[in-house]
DNA sequence: TAGTTTTAAGTTTTT
DNA sequence: CTTAAAACTA
């Protein structure tokens, strides 16, 4: 938020003055394409959002001209927030991921491929719903198995009729299912992930004038963690490139972790020979790691072939050496990785965020999370978010995209009959199947189709919804109170119902209670102590920054869909700034953590099972990804066994433990690291205790006595951690008991039924 | 046909 | 062990 400095010498403003020789070089740099290989922590960051302050400043570049491509959202939010601080002006540049910058791109020129602007983007379950609907009853693994041989069609930018398909699977069914998997998409409308990028490349190939007229737009483009781009949008970078654009490209080989999806390194190892006349220049001097966790992460990924190469430098210079503990078995793991964060935590030589704990698996969480539990460490889980896959969340979101484009089958097919109101499998079919030979429109079709008379009721009944919620969005004045429609099932409950705030959220809320979904899952929760109703409020309150119109609705479907790391504002919410991380290796990348644990290194965890030749130089790559995370210490952990499928196996240690080179690592024993895990360690979160005695309370006593519970009483539960009842009372089924958790969330259970999960706690534990 | 119970299957990594 | 698909019952 700095005002612009002006600069004080004319070659030198004070902004770049941080830089070193080759950062600076690499800033100052024009004329040629230029490939600017950055190893881990080397400041790539820093250097990109630099450049983009000198064009605009030094270069009088109209900041509109420049694009900047990512990766991942947050990378993107933060490009955009270091380069406004250099200079404001540098808000009005355009960065973005690759995805979105496609979907920019179809809004705005998807006519040029028969595309409605009004398009939804579809995820991985929706494509696999949408090909099993296409490919009527085969078993759901062969569906899976096609859905992601079409998504890696797409990143090698092949259509089906393309000669080359064979590439990706020789099957001759394969075209075919591609082929008509198309053309439902087609009808449907939508886009899957693939369409982002491949769609815009076909439009910017045929349609000349379009090409042209973006060749003018942008004349910078610069694209971040270049070793991840797959063909596709090596293409779409291509086309994007006239005569006179400026192109930089910021990467590092020995980063390159997603080939699974199509990445190609090729990209980066042959950039040179792709954009003719390239300049090289190579950051080295890393400003993150000590020297031994430099080069305990360089002597793994040394085992690899075929890279460009390069010698980072730390400049922290030495430091304690990574520790690797070998540990008995996976319970012993997490007890050590919480005695060590809480042990340093205690003695106050770190807080919870300066640790992360990195594993390989999104599976390999649980664990950690239990043990945290238990121990009162406050954690955050990282990626596995599944708050986007939920049920009632996925409802929600079926019902706006249905209610965005019509012709949706698989949204519509979620949510017609949920809750029940007769219309079964056979009426659907013969809906889809009446469309697709008319206009696509299900809500057309839907209205007018011959079925049973429970099954008219009940669709009418559901269109009515959607378009009562439709007509919200259309009336600019949607002041004039969109006051729920008096539940006509809800008894009016005095639970909590949903509570619209401002913008899109009112029509939102609408649609959620007029078509019974939220009716539906607070049933739910009053039957199995769920949270989907207080889900869906959160889905609600992040509606409520979007404007309540058509434009706005989509906004909110786009950024979801491209965007599901979007929930840092509920961690702030609960508490959880200041905790430790969980996360994959991959969800690594970008980031940086004073203390680094990294978990499961063993044969078959990671490297996984039958990896071997490329795909292990990969998993080499993942670790050394991991390892450059850590600023000032890391650990390693290895176990001797180990539970998979409920199944206990013995585990080798890891190849990569070999690998590393032995004068920068220091080997502890599973003796004394299974002693020191035994001693227990719990220590309460300041802060975020809550105890509801404080509110003082009545005597309460008669029906405490028949629960078993009191107020006040502390207790600890498997999956919520710590809190306190803060109320019993009586109902139908006998006495409910009202929980509140540290975590901010509330429970109630019935403590004949399932009061063995909650356990009584002393109050200081 | 809706909801419940039984059986089988499966775990990378993500925009 | 946990989740999803298939089978079964009311």
Not at 7 to 27: C, K
Not at 629 to 643: F, G, P, Q, S, V
Request: glycine share 6%; charged share 30%; net charge negative.
């Amino acid at each position: 938020m700095r005002e612009a400095i002006p600069g004080n010498a004319f070659n030198h403003p004070d902004y770049l003055e941080p830089l070193n020789s080759e950062q600076r070089r690499a800033v100052l740099h024009t004329g040629k394409p230029l490939l600017i290989l950055a190893g881990a922590g080397s400041g790539k960051t820093r250097v990109i959002t630099t450049k983009i302050a000198w064009l605009i400043r030094e270069q009088g570049m109209d900041p509109r001209s420049i694009l900047a491509v990512t990766f991942t959202n947050k990378a993107a939010r933060e490009m955009a927030e270091r380069a406004r601080s250099i200079d404001p002006r540098a808000a009005d540049a355009m960065l973005r991921t690759f995805h979105s910058f496609g979907a920019w791109f179809l809004r705005r020129n998807g006519s040029l491929c028969g595309l409605d602007s009004a398009f939804v983007i579809y995820d991985d379950d929706d494509v696999i719903s949408l090909l099993s609907s296409v490919m009527e009853n085969a078993p759901k693994a062969e569906v899976k198995h096609w859905a992601h041989k079409i998504s890696r069609a797409k990143d090698y930018f092949l259509s089906p009729d393309d000669p080359d398909l064979a590439v990706i699977d020789h099957n001759k069914k394969f075209r075919s299912i591609y082929k008509r998997y198309e053309e439902r998409m087609a009808q449907i409308g939508n886009v899957d992930f693939g369409d982002l990028i491949k769609k815009p490349v076909e439009i910017l190939r045929t349609q000349p004038e379009t090409a042209q007229r973006f060749r003018q737009r942008f004349s910078v483009i610069m694209v971040d963690e270049y070793q991840d781009a797959n063909v596709a949008q090596f293409q779409l970078l291509k086309e994007l490139c006239g005569a006179e654009t400026y192109v930089c490209v910021v990467g590092d080989d020995d980063q390159s972790i997603y080939r699974f999806r199509g990445a190609e390194v090729k990209n980066i190892l042959e950039f040179p020979d792709r954009f003719s006349g390239a300049d090289v220049i190579r950051l080295e001097q890393n400003y993150r790691s000590t020297t031994p966790i430099l080069k305990a992460a360089s002597s793994v990924v040394d085992y690899n072939h075929g890279r460009l190469g390069k010698t980072l430098r730390a400049e922290k210079g030495d430091g304690p050496l990574p520790v690797l503990t070998y540990l008995p078995d996976q319970d012993e793991e997490t007890a050590l990785c919480a005695d060590i964060i809480g042990n340093s935590v205690k003695k106050e030589e770190t807080t919870w965020s300066d640790w992360a704990v990195l594993y390989r698996t999104n599976a390999q969480s649980a664990g950690f999370e239990t043990m945290f539990l238990r121990r009162a460490i406050p954690y955050r889980v990282v990626g596995s978010l599944k708050f986007y896959e939920r049920e009632e969340i996925k409802d929600a979101l079926a019902l706006l995209s249905f209610l965005v484009n019509p012709r949706d089958e698989v949204a519509f097919r979620r949510v017609v009959n949920k809750p029940t109101r007769g219309v079964g499998g056979v009426t659907v079919d013969k809906i889809v199947e009446e469309a697709i030979s008319n206009s696509g429109n299900l809500m057309e079709t839907g209205s007018s189709i011959e079925c049973s008379q429970k099954a008219r009721k009940g669709l009418d009944e559901f269109f009515k919804a959607i378009k009562d919620a439709k007509a919200l969005l259309d009336d600019t004045a949607a002041e004039n109170k969109p006051k729920k429609k008096k539940g006509k099932k809800a008894p009016a409950k005095k639970q909590q119902e949903l509570k619209s705030g401002e913008g899109l959220s009112v029509c939102i809320e609408q649609i959620l209670i007029d078509s019974g979904i939220a009716e539906y899952h607070k049933t739910q929760d009053e039957f199995s102590g769920n949270s989907k109703l207080s889900n869906l409020q959160e889905l609600l309150n992040s509606a409520s920054e979007y404007s309540n119109d058509y434009e706005g609705l989509l906004k909110f479907l786009e950024d979801i869909e491209l965007d599901r790391s979007m929930r840092e504002e509920a961690d702030k919410q609960n508490n959880l700034q200041n905790s430790v991380t969980l996360i994959t290796f991959h969800n690594t990348k970008g980031l940086e953590f004073s203390h680094v644990i990294m978990t499961g290194l063993e044969q078959g965890v990671f490297p996984r099972e039958d990896k071997k030749d490329d795909e292990l130089e990969e998993e080499r790559r993942l670790f050394y990804v991991g390892a450059t995370r850590a600023m000032d210490k890391l650990y390693l952990t290895t176990c001797a066994e180990r539970r998979i499928f409920g199944r206990t196996m013995q585990m080798e240690p890891s190849l990569f433990l070999r690998e590393i080179d032995r004068s920068c690592l220091q080997i502890e024993n599973s003796a004394e690291a299974g002693s020191r895990a035994k001693s227990m360690f719990r220590q309460p979160i300041a802060g975020r205790s809550f105890n509801p005695l404080n509110l003082q309370s009545a005597a309460n006593t008669e029906v405490e006595e028949r629960a078993g519970w009191r107020r006040g009483q502390r207790l600890f539960h498997e999956d919520h951690g710590y809190g306190a009842v803060f109320e019993v009372k009586d109902s139908d089924d006998g006495p409910i008991v009202r929980v509140r958790f540290d975590n901010g969330s509330e429970k109630r259970f019935l403590p004949e039924i399932q009061g063995r999960a909650y356990e009584k706690v002393e109050e200081d534990y």
